[in-house]
């Protein structure tokens, strides 16, 4: 049975990768297995329907047999445990690095998210300009930290995991900012990961979605 | 081999129950394992040995073995696969209880937590005060889904899980507070969690590193 998700129908992000399908999509490339897209509107996913998938209104879902799951970090888990690619098959080695993925989401992307969110609701506030810095230095703090545990290797934890494709795609939200260009070797470090091609065929995939509704 | 974990050797929350090392000594009581702790300063958090067990430079961290974790999520999730009583045996259940792990720490705690750094750095500046019900409306969207999911389930899915250890916690930070009164379900879900025993011994466990400290 292949594994049905959802994403955006019309994706705020413009095709740029940054909606959360994105993680799962690349997910299933890393392992090899195929998987079904169910496109949703806004309006859609604010929907009972929508909500007994995901109780807080959002993409993506996963849902597998009788299985359904909402959180990227539940789903990217769920899709590394069911083939071999994203986890080591050692028992500490494949705590380290879901470790990684817990630090993704838990510890590097929510300043991250509070700046682009103050970015988008605050932007025109006579405070913003103030509190923009104080923000930037709690991004730059986690960076460094990241940045110094990560030094010259090519990934987080020995090979590429789960933990590596979480914590990229917490980095792809500020690609190009003088944040991110500030730590080389992470600015380095996500360029290795765009340049998989498991990630090359997700981002096609986003994207293609994305050109289908302009054209159509 | 008895894990070790670290914990504030002075918590900032005087004893409350709201340092990140609580969330680990309660799941190595719901499954009954012993534990060490290992108290450290804030100094010595920023330092290169406790750096070298956790990156970011805070508390807990988890060894045992030749293991050492960081990242509450994950160090939950290795103690609950090592004993029963915190994660289904059926796949899909517990691919369920992981997935309200993810949620606890992405979706519901990076708002509370946001509110309750602003309330320390930003109280006195002249914005506070208007930013408050924005912050205030953030996490109240969250606690309204959440408590719509729950609705008379005595926890989130099925049996306590880790996922409900992870959830109580969070709501933990908001006790007694107007934005969680306002979902009396939720409320009376953290009462049923702080009355497990497991979650008692936890909290007596670390409210009397506060009480000696203070009595030292």
Redesign the interface.
């Known amino acids: 049975m292949t594994p049905v998700i959802t994403a955006f129908a019309a994706s705020p992000d413009k095709g740029r990768g940054l909606a959360r399908d994105m993680r799962v999509r690349w997910a299933f490339e890393e392992v090899g297995r195929p998987y079904e897209v169910r496109l949703v509107s806004f309006a859609e996913m604010k929907q009972p329907a929508h ?1 007994a998938l995901h ?3 959002q993409i993506p879902t996963f849902e597998e ?3 359904a ?6 789903i990217v ?2 899709i590394a445990e069911s083939r071999p690619g994203l986890l080591p098959a050692d028992p ?1 080695q494949r ?2 690095a ?2 990684w ?3 993704a ?3 590097v ?2 300043p991250i ?2 700046r682009e969110a103050a970015g988008y ?2 932007r025109d ?3 913003h300009a ?2 923009l810095p ?1 923000m930037d230095e709690r991004v730059t703090k ?1 960076l460094a ?2 940045s ?2 990560l030094g010259d290797a090519e990934w987080l934890d020995g090979e590429f995991s789960a933990g590596d494709l979480m914590m990229a795609t917490v980095l792809l939200r500020i690609k190009g900012s003088t944040l991110l260009e500030a730590q080389p070797n992470l600015a380095a470090y996500l360029a290795r990961a765009e340049a998989r091609p498991a990630y090359r065929r997700a981002f096609e995939a986003q994207r293609a979605v994305f050109l289908k509704a302009q054209g159509g």
């Open positions: 909500r109780p807080f209104g047999g009788g299985l799951l909402f959180e990227t970090g539940a888990l769920r500490d705590s380290r879901i470790q993925m817990f630090a989401l838990n510890t992307e929510p998210v509070e609701a605050e506030r006579p405070w103030e509190r104080m986690r930290d990241l110094a545990r």
